[in-house]
């Protein structure tokens, strides 16, 4: 009978030792703001991610004595407490979450806007359990997925296990179901690149996480030639023009173009380009520069290609653009 129903087990009164993973998320979640706080194009962009072969790892990860209830119970909680906990503070900043971040994850911040402690503009639109769709300012989450494969990788401790992931960009004014649709048809590109997963779909082209660090050592020596103006990036006096960076795009796209029997044409021609600006650069700048540009490696020219876009974008802006 009603009348004797104990109300106290109605209601959920969780003891301060209760685990509830949650916070306040960082997030633009109006998201025309991109267009008056943008940094270069202004343009939205979506990032859908999740762990590798995670039911395979449930299979085949624990045998024997160890495939017990606890044991998966403890690495789904621990996974859940990647997704909905740390997520957040690596998104927030210093300022907002209180977390003092270690060297070893320290944010990836290329145009020098002080990510670490005003966080980045982010939404959390979704994450727990082993996947998460995050969307915001193209920069940040460009950025973001860069820190959270590292951030994964120093979480598990585990080399087996890997997680990966897709990005789309857009206008401010497409829907949200569009880029959930347009971002996991990335990501389904970067698990369908080879039979390990473990990588990132950018700009159409993927990248394998363990050359994340090659694809920033790519983008930083761009940003070497460019300049922080506050809203966008600008050429140094003494650089690389914008109409270099173009060049290097077009020759990207003839690079990678698998019907373009001269592909080989386009070194030639970026050797006399670089000949050109070779007295208006720093020696060791333009080696480095020099090393990736004369490659005949079909990755590096995929990293090359992203990492171009990336700064052509970033030179950007404006409302009309």
């Avoid at 796209?253 to 970026?270: A, G, Q």
């Avoid at 050109?276 to 720093?282: C, E, T």
Wanted: aromatic residues 12%.
């Amino acid at each position: 009978p009603a009348d004797t129903v104990d109300e106290t087990l109605c209601n959920f009164s969780p003891l301060v030792q209760a685990f509830i993973p949650s916070g306040l998320y960082q997030g633009i979640f109006n998201f025309e703001e991109i267009e008056d706080k943008s940094f270069g194009l202004p343009r939205l962009a979506a990032l859908r991610m999740d762990v590798d072969n995670l039911g395979q790892i449930f299979r085949a990860g624990l045998s024997g004595n160890d495939q017990t209830f606890s044991r998966l119970a403890a690495i789904s909680r621990a996974l859940n407490l990647f997704f909905k906990y740390h997520l957040n503070a690596l998104l927030c900043g210093e300022k907002t979450s209180g977390f003092s971040y270690p060297p070893a994850l320290d944010p990836y911040d290329w145009a020098g806007r002080n990510v670490r402690e005003d966080g980045r503009r982010v939404a959390i639109i979704y994450s727990g359990g082993d996947d998460l769709f995050l969307m915001g300012h193209w920069l940040d989450i460009c950025e973001a997925a860069f820190d959270i494969v590292k951030a994964f990788q120093a979480y598990t401790g585990n080399p087996e296990l890997t997680i990966s992931g897709g990005i789309t960009m857009g206008h401010i004014r497409m829907p949200v179901y569009q880029y959930a649709e347009l971002a996991g048809a990335a990501e389904n590109q970067a698990k369908g690149h080879r039979k390990e997963k473990n990588a990132l779909a950018l700009f159409g082209k993927v990248i394998p996480n363990e050359n994340m660090n090659e694809m920033k050592n790519i983008l930083d020596i761009f940003a070497s030639f460019l300049t922080n103006q506050e809203t966008h990036m600008t050429p140094k006096e003494e650089g690389l023009t914008r109409g270099f960076f173009y060049n290097i795009l077009n020759s990207a796209r003839e690079f990678l173009d698998e019907e373009n029997t001269d592909r080989i044409l386009v070194l030639p021609r970026l050797a006399y380009l670089l000949a050109r600006v070779r007295k208006k650069l720093p020696p060791e700048n333009y080696l480095e520069l020099q090393n990736y540009l004369l490659s005949y490696n079909e990755e590096t020219w995929e990293k090359i290609f992203i990492a171009v876009q990336w700064v052509i974008m970033s030179m950007r802006g404006g409302k009309d653009e």
